[in-house]
């Protein structure tokens, strides 16, 4: 130390009487031959006097004296001339192209919902009064602080992206001003100035020691002054800082309040001045006074003088440097290349890297700065921008894991700056190609999430601290960033990168795929609610995530079938305890299912699945794009275990089915909660809606006897079926008759649900117009309460405007206050009573509704189901279920109990079910027989509810059981529907019959076309006639497949249909 001081001195010798002006000494600095030595030592020189004053400066002396002594001599030593005069040129020929303005906390901000590539990109005020958007749909937001102005990023907008201020070419910003404003005298002196400030900014910044400087900069005697500084946090209360103060300094109580303003304001103060040991009892009396049992002591330092003014002035230089880097785009590239470059032989990583993974240990004030520095450095450059985000992926882990254990609010976390990198398309593209960024979210993620994980590496978050779940959710949102924007070119490269990232994202899933699974409570009440929210909570944040990836692995069909097969094997790894558990048989109606004994009612069950519900929703997309054909070539037959794939998501179906039935009533508020999410709007894509896909897959794949009768089985209602169930036990009765309910309900959406892009021949839009039709069937709703009942995407979006008034007309308020929409009378016929999104009360208000407005109107009460659209041809088989052998003798067995005045295992509510099943069967025969020749049609429920039953009961088919239904006077209600399926039964009995008559019409008017050389209308039919052949080829693939998934679990099959030697009475009634 002694030799620094010697040497300091000496030089002060060697240059005696240092320049007065400071031109004078910017032209000395010149002449010397080392920079950074020489702005040291001005540095160290002049600093510790300038900020003597902690305790109380006089602020504006203070900044004079910054100016005049340092600022103005490093302006003259860059330019050479008078920095007034050159920075006055500098700023007329405005050398932006972004406006990059830093919003502050509360400011507002306007984002295009027209034009913005994703709702992240933002525009501060004048910029959007001076842009295009202004007369978009837009929306406001108010700034958490830290965020900055989008406009002139051409990549943030889909048009308009600059306002007219920052339009190149406009009188602001002419071309040829562009970059005729910087010499190469002034490059060549930044050059050499800009990696001495930054150096000098980052290590007094991230300088540790508490009483000693730099070598450079300890250039004479040590003094004996020191500060006692406290540093805010987020735990203690205002008032307990206060008092805390009050004890430790003893002094007046606004004197506390000043101080504790300042802190929370700027992140840390000094308190109190003097010598060492003054100050450090100073901070020893603080920290007990703000300790107790619940919180950890205040964070206090002692720190002297010296070291404290050199950071305050590394910040003030941090300011200055970014008012002169905002005058040139030279300038921020020549500073962001002396922060990105690493020392020769330094293990260090490079100064902004040192600087991003400090400042979790930084104070708020300090952070502020210092990210302001890199936006308008790095984040006005895109060149520079990228090498930044490259730098922030690189320590990715690090700073995400020094998140977490920070107090402090995401907005002041370095960690809050992906969202400016990850939603760039470009560079998210980059980041996954070059550094597999994907990976390393989901890796982190990984890392930080173990202590959640139970003794089966399942997560249970029982007893979790929702603060650090929250940050957790920060990395999550990460992954929604990279992923917001679907790449448009695929190269190699990003298809390895992103199937690996896909591939770690499993491993999450798969820790979730089971996870905090339940047994229902017999006897007594469950004790302690468990905690349910945190893997709810995880569940809607990963909503959009899980549909990104499966959109994302849908842009290319390779890439599709890669990703099926890792998650299908992902699916199976879950499932080996399943396939080996013990088996049962279960037979009706000559049917057979061998099948794992499994009871939702006694064994372990759980409501999270992401991994399957992924699977169906790959397998969805597989069949938008017509690749399920291909899908043997990447899991075999014999792999594909399409039973093990629907178990999981049947049983949750069945425990919500038993809820509704009460019998988990013991387990509490939390498995209600847990299943009132399972349906809500807010998770239902990625929960509930799989679930019923995964169940189309399983009808589409399996024989359709054999799915019922697992349906049948894992509902628990087999016996129910089975045999007469003589009871007066009112409560068991209620039960079953609710569980063959919920059953019905679910066979009723498995047939008829097909409003899925990739299940039905539907788009995005008649989905969106089906939703809100369903909603305004219930009542007419103003606008808010639509959108909040429809599905968000990852842009916020509903997408409700672009259909509301293809469906509804507005009415405009009344006095009353909103205006609502109401359903246009031809949007009418779309009701389903049985919609899948309607809740219970939905359900009969808009029942209620519709039969009200029928009356009104003169008409009969029948609701039937609105004809469906076609299933793609993956799921074409669905329709199976309808006039198999099972649902003939579920449907038969219910009327014939209706109609049994011993028996009450049946309500009206089952009725109407059973008739909305029937009504479905002959839509779909009169659909299909009116598209094709009759002997084509191969689909003859007509045929099958027509026949006689011979049984136990008497012998009645099923038009009998109707007429005498509705000879039920109790059953009045249901008369004008049973009247409608008579007469649907007729209408396609005629079409049957008369089928000879329209063949020859129909050859008849191709002759007629032929005669008149209408070349349209031939053309016409040979389309219709090709695309007849390729749907009848298709069918035929998907038989083959259906086949083939029958013939390879044949052993299976075969074995159970030998031990059904003994058919029961009602055998050979649907055979
Ligand atoms: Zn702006
Ligand atoms: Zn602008
Ligand atoms: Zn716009």
Same mark, same amino acid.
């Given at each position: 130390?002694?030799?620094?001081?010697?040497?300091?001195?000496?030089?002060?010798?060697?240059?005696?009487?240092?320049?007065?002006?400071?031109?004078?000494?910017?032209?000395?600095?010149?002449?010397?031959?080392?920079?950074?030595?020489?702005?040291?030592?001005?540095?160290?020189?002049?600093?510790?006097?300038?900020?003597?004053?902690?305790?109380?400066?006089?602020?504006?002396?203070?900044?004079?004296?910054?100016?005049?002594?340092?600022?103005?001599?490093?302006?003259?030593?860059?330019?050479?001339?008078?920095?007034?005069?050159?920075?006055?040129?500098?700023?007329?020929?405005?050398?932006?192209?972004?406006?990059?303005?830093?919003?502050?906390?509360?400011?507002?901000?306007?984002?295009?919902?027209?034009?913005?590539?994703?709702?992240?990109?933002?525009?501060?005020?004048?910029?959007?009064?001076?842009?295009?958007?202004?007369?978009?749909?837009?929306?406001?937001?108010?700034?958490?602080?830290?965020?900055?102005?989008?406009?002139?990023?051409?990549?943030?907008?889909?048009?308009?992206?600059?306002?007219?201020?920052?339009?190149?070419?406009?009188?602001?910003?002419?071309?040829?001003?562009?970059?005729?404003?910087?010499?190469?005298?002034?490059?060549?002196?930044?050059?050499?100035?800009?990696?001495?400030?930054?150096?000098?900014?980052?290590?007094?910044?991230?300088?540790?020691?508490?009483?000693?400087?730099?070598?450079?900069?300890?250039?004479?005697?040590?003094?004996?002054?020191?500060?006692?500084?406290?540093?805010?946090?987020?735990?203690?209360?205002?008032?307990?800082?206060?008092?805390?103060?009050?004890?430790?300094?003893?002094?007046?109580?606004?004197?506390?309040?000043?101080?504790?303003?300042?802190?929370?304001?700027?992140?840390?103060?000094?308190?109190?001045?003097?010598?060492?040991?003054?100050?450090?009892?100073?901070?020893?009396?603080?920290?007990?006074?703000?300790?107790?049992?619940?919180?950890?002591?205040?964070?206090?330092?002692?720190?002297?003088?010296?070291?404290?003014?050199?950071?305050?002035?590394?910040?003030?230089?941090?300011?200055?440097?970014?008012?002169?880097?905002?005058?040139?785009?030279?300038?921020?590239?020549?500073?962001?290349?002396?922060?990105?470059?690493?020392?020769?032989?330094?293990?260090?990583?490079?100064?902004?890297?040192? &600087?991003?993974?400090?400042?979790?240990?930084?104070?708020?004030?300090?952070?502020?700065?210092?990210?302001?520095?890199?936006?308008?450095?790095?984040?006005?450059?895109?060149?520079?921008?990228?090498?930044?985000?490259?730098?922030? @992926?690189?320590?990715?882990?690090?700073?995400?894991?020094?998140?977490?254990?920070?107090?402090?609010?995401?907005?002041?976390?370095?960690?809050?700056?992906?969202?400016?990198?990850?939603?760039?398309?470009?560079?998210?593209?980059?980041?996954?190609?070059?550094?597999?960024?994907?990976?390393?979210?989901?890796?982190?993620?990984?890392?930080?999430?173990?202590?959640?994980?139970?003794?089966?590496?399942?997560?249970?978050?029982?007893?979790?601290?929702?603060?650090?779940?929250?940050?957790?959710?920060?990395?999550?949102?990460?992954?929604?960033?990279?992923?917001?924007?679907?790449?448009?070119?695929?190269?190699?490269? &990003?298809?390895?990168?992103?199937?690996?990232?896909?591939?770690?994202?499993?491993?999450?899933?798969?820790?979730?795929?089971?996870?905090?699974?339940?047994?229902?409570?017999?006897?007594?009440?469950?004790?302690?609610?468990?905690?349910?929210?945190?893997?709810?909570?995880?569940?809607?944040?990963?909503?959009?995530?899980?549909?990104?990836?499966?959109?994302?692995?849908?842009?290319?069909?390779?890439?599709?079938?890669?990703?099926?097969?890792?998650?299908?094997?992902?699916?199976?790894?879950?499932?080996?305890?399943?396939?080996?558990?013990?088996?049962?048989?279960?037979?009706?109606?000559?049917?057979?299912?061998?099948?794992?004994?499994?009871?939702?009612?006694?064994?372990?069950?759980?409501?999270?699945?992401?991994?399957?519900?992924?699977?169906?929703?790959?397998?969805?997309?597989?069949?938008?794009?017509?690749?399920?054909?291909?899908?043997?070539?990447? @899991?075999?037959?014999?792999?594909?275990?399409?039973?093990?794939?629907?178990?999981?998501?049947?049983?949750?179906?069945?425990?919500?089915?038993?809820?509704?039935?009460?019998?988990?009533?013991?387990?509490?508020?939390?498995?209600?909660?847990?299943?009132?999410?399972?349906?809500?709007?807010?998770?239902?894509?990625?929960?509930?809606?799989?679930?019923?896909?995964?169940?189309?897959?399983?009808?589409?794949?399996?024989?359709?006897?054999?799915?019922?009768?697992?349906?049948?089985?894992?509902?628990?209602?087999?016996?129910?079926?089975?045999?007469?169930?003589?009871?007066?036990?009112?409560?068991?009765?209620?039960?079953?008759?609710?569980?063959?309910?919920?059953?019905?309900?679910?066979?009723?959406?498995?047939?008829?649900?097909?409003?899925?892009?990739?299940?039905?021949?539907?788009?995005?839009?008649? @989905?969106?117009?089906?939703?809100?039709?369903?909603?305004?069937?219930?009542?007419?709703?103003?606008?808010?309460?639509?959108?909040?009942?429809?599905?968000?995407?990852?842009?916020?979006?509903?997408?409700?405007?672009?259909?509301?008034?293809?469906?509804?007309?507005?009415?405009?308020?009344?006095?009353?206050?909103?205006?609502?929409?109401?359903?246009?009378?031809?949007?009418?016929?779309?009701?389903?009573?049985?919609?899948?999104?309607?809740?219970?009360?939905?359900?009969?208000?808009?029942?209620?509704?519709?039969?009200?407005?029928?009356?009104?109107?003169?008409?009969?009460?029948?609701?039937?189901?609105?004809?469906?659209?076609?299933?793609?041809?993956?799921?074409?088989?669905?329709?199976?279920?309808?006039?198999?052998?099972?649902?003939?003798?579920?449907?038969?067995?219910?009327?014939?109990?209706?109609?049994?005045?011993?028996?009450?295992?049946?309500?009206?509510?089952?009725?109407?079910?059973?008739?909305?099943?029937?009504?479905?069967?002959?839509?779909?025969?009169?659909?299909?027989?009116?598209?094709?020749?009759?002997?084509?049609?191969?689909?003859?429920?007509?045929?099958?509810?027509?026949?006689?039953?011979?049984?136990?009961?008497?012998?009645?088919?099923?038009?009998?059981?109707?007429?005498?239904?509705?000879?039920?006077?109790?059953?009045?209600?249901?008369?004008?529907?049973?009247?409608?399926?008579?007469?649907?039964?007729?209408?396609?009995?005629?079409?049957?019959?008369?089928?000879?008559?329209?063949?020859?019409?129909?050859?008849?008017?191709?002759?007629?076309?032929?005669?008149?050389?209408?070349?349209?209308?031939?053309?016409?039919?040979?389309?219709?006639?090709?695309?007849?052949?390729?749907?009848?080829?298709?069918?035929?693939?998907?038989?083959?497949?259906?086949?083939?998934?029958?013939?390879?679990?044949?052993?299976?099959?075969?074995?159970?249909?030998?031990?059904?030697?003994?058919?029961?009475?009602?055998?050979?009634?649907?055979?």
């Amino acid at each position: 130390m002694a030799d620094e001081e010697a040497r300091g001195v000496e030089r002060m010798e060697v240059s005696p009487g240092l320049p007065q002006t400071p031109q004078a000494l910017a032209a000395w600095w010149d002449q010397q031959v080392d920079f950074h030595t020489t702005f040291l030592h001005h540095l160290a020189l002049l600093v510790p006097e300038i900020y003597s004053a902690e305790m109380d400066p006089d602020l504006e002396k203070q900044e004079e004296s910054i100016q005049t002594s340092i600022f103005t001599p490093l302006e003259w030593y860059l330019f050479g001339e008078d920095p007034d005069i050159c920075l006055e040129k500098l700023k007329h020929s405005g050398a932006f192209q972004l406006c990059g303005k830093v919003f502050k906390s509360g400011e507002t901000t306007y984002s295009c919902r027209d034009c913005a590539i994703d709702p992240t990109c933002v525009l501060c005020m004048d910029c959007f009064q001076n842009s295009v958007h202004k007369n978009h749909r837009y929306k406001m937001h108010t700034s958490t602080g830290g965020g900055f102005c989008d406009c002139g990023d051409t990549e943030a907008w889909k048009t308009g992206p600059f306002c007219i201020s920052h339009e190149p070419g406009t009188a602001a910003t002419t071309k040829e001003n562009l970059r005729c404003s910087l010499n190469e005298e002034v490059i060549a002196q930044a050059r050499k100035m800009f990696p001495s400030v930054i150096k000098y900014i980052v290590e007094m910044t991230i300088w540790e020691e508490e009483k000693e400087l730099p070598s450079e900069l300890q250039i004479r005697e040590k003094n004996e002054r020191y500060y006692c500084v406290l540093f805010n946090d987020e735990h203690h209360s205002y008032d307990h800082v206060i008092y805390s103060l009050q004890r430790a300094l003893d002094c007046e109580l606004a004197e506390a309040q000043l101080h504790t303003t300042a802190i929370d304001k700027e992140g840390r103060r000094a308190v109190k001045a003097g010598a060492f040991a003054a100050c450090q009892e100073a901070k020893e009396d603080i920290k007990s006074h703000s300790e107790n049992v619940s919180q950890h002591p205040l964070h206090v330092e002692v720190l002297h003088s010296d070291v404290m003014a050199h950071q305050k002035f590394a910040l003030r230089l941090g300011s200055w440097m970014n008012k002169i880097m905002s005058y040139s785009s030279d300038f921020r590239q020549i500073f962001c290349q002396a922060c990105l470059r690493e020392e020769p032989g330094s293990e260090n990583p490079c100064l902004i890297s040192r &600087l991003m993974l400090w400042d979790a240990k930084l104070y708020k004030g300090a952070r502020k700065i210092l990210h302001e520095l890199i936006f308008s450095s790095f984040f006005m450059e895109m060149e520079y921008k990228k090498f930044f985000a490259m730098e922030f @992926v690189k320590y990715y882990k690090q700073l995400q894991k020094d998140y977490i254990s920070d107090d402090h609010d995401r907005s002041i976390s370095v960690t809050a700056l992906s969202v400016q990198m990850f939603t760039v398309p470009t560079l998210a593209r980059h980041l996954i190609e070059e550094q597999n960024v994907i990976s390393v979210i989901t890796e982190t993620l990984l890392e930080v999430l173990p202590e959640y994980l139970d003794r089966n590496n399942k997560f249970n978050f029982q007893g979790y601290s929702q603060d650090k779940l929250g940050r957790i959710y920060a990395v999550i949102c990460d992954l929604k960033y990279i992923l917001i924007s679907k790449p448009t070119v695929w190269t190699e490269r &990003l298809k390895m990168q992103f199937l690996e990232g896909f591939r770690s994202f499993l491993k999450i899933l798969t820790c979730m795929q089971g996870m905090e699974e339940i047994r229902r409570q017999i006897g007594q009440h469950i004790e302690v609610d468990p905690d349910w929210e945190a893997a709810i909570a995880i569940q809607m944040q990963l909503k959009n995530i899980l549909l990104m990836f499966q959109e994302w692995c849908a842009c290319d069909e390779e890439l599709l079938l890669v990703a099926y097969k890792e998650c299908h094997k992902a699916v199976m790894r879950c499932s080996t305890s399943f396939m080996s558990s013990s088996k049962t048989v279960v037979q009706l109606c000559g049917h057979t299912l061998e099948t794992k004994s499994y009871r939702v009612s006694e064994d372990l069950v759980s409501i999270h699945l992401p991994l399957s519900r992924t699977l169906a929703g790959l397998h969805v997309r597989l069949s938008r794009l017509g690749g399920i054909a291909r899908l043997h070539e990447f @899991v075999p037959f014999e792999d594909f275990q399409v039973e093990a794939l629907v178990e999981f998501p049947l049983r949750c179906l069945v425990l919500v089915a038993q809820v509704v039935a009460e019998m988990w009533r013991r387990n509490g508020l939390s498995l209600i909660s847990q299943v009132f999410y399972y349906q809500d709007v807010k998770c239902r894509e990625e929960m509930y809606d799989k679930d019923i896909i995964m169940l189309q897959i399983g009808a589409s794949l399996m024989d359709p006897n054999k799915f019922l009768l697992l349906i049948l089985q894992r509902y628990e209602l087999a016996d129910a079926f089975n045999k007469t169930i003589s009871t007066n036990d009112q409560d068991l009765i209620k039960q079953y008759n609710t569980l063959i309910e919920e059953m019905l309900q679910i066979l009723i959406y498995i047939v008829g649900e097909r409003y899925v892009p990739g299940v039905g021949n539907v788009t995005k839009e008649e @989905v969106t117009m089906r939703e809100i039709i369903h909603l305004l069937c219930i009542e007419p709703m103003p606008h808010s309460a639509i959108a909040k009942n429809l599905p968000e995407n990852e842009n916020n979006e509903t997408g409700l405007e672009n259909v509301i008034n293809k469906v509804a007309t507005f009415k405009k308020p009344g006095v009353s206050g909103h205006g609502v929409y109401e359903l246009k009378d031809e949007s009418l016929k779309d009701f389903n009573m049985y919609f899948y999104h309607y809740s219970k009360t939905q359900h009969s208000k808009a029942e209620h509704m519709q039969k009200k407005k029928r009356k009104q109107e003169n008409k009969d009460e029948a609701l039937p189901p609105p004809p469906p659209p076609e299933f793609c041809p993956a799921f074409s088989k669905v329709i199976n279920l309808l006039n198999c052998d099972v649902m003939m003798y579920i449907l038969r067995t219910i009327f014939e109990r209706a109609l049994d005045t011993d028996s009450n295992l049946w309500t009206e509510g089952m009725l109407q079910m059973a008739f909305h099943i029937l009504a479905l069967g002959l839509l779909e025969e009169k659909q299909q027989l009116q598209k094709a020749p009759e002997e084509e049609v191969t689909f003859d429920f007509y045929h099958k509810a027509s026949r006689l039953g011979s049984s136990s009961m008497n012998a009645q088919n099923i038009q009998m059981l109707l007429e005498k239904l509705k000879g039920i006077p109790q059953l009045e209600g249901q008369k004008d529907m049973i009247t409608w399926i008579l007469q649907m039964f007729d209408t396609v009995k005629r079409l049957r019959e008369k089928s000879c008559l329209i063949i020859s019409t129909t050859s008849e008017s191709i002759r007629n076309d032929e005669i008149t050389h209408d070349k349209e209308k031939a053309e016409r039919k040979r389309k219709a006639e090709a695309a007849r052949l390729h749907r009848q080829k298709i069918m035929a693939q998907m038989s083959a497949l259906q086949k083939n998934f029958i013939e390879t679990h044949k052993l299976m099959y075969d074995s159970t249909s030998e031990m059904s030697g003994k058919e029961d009475s009602i055998m050979e009634e649907e055979r």
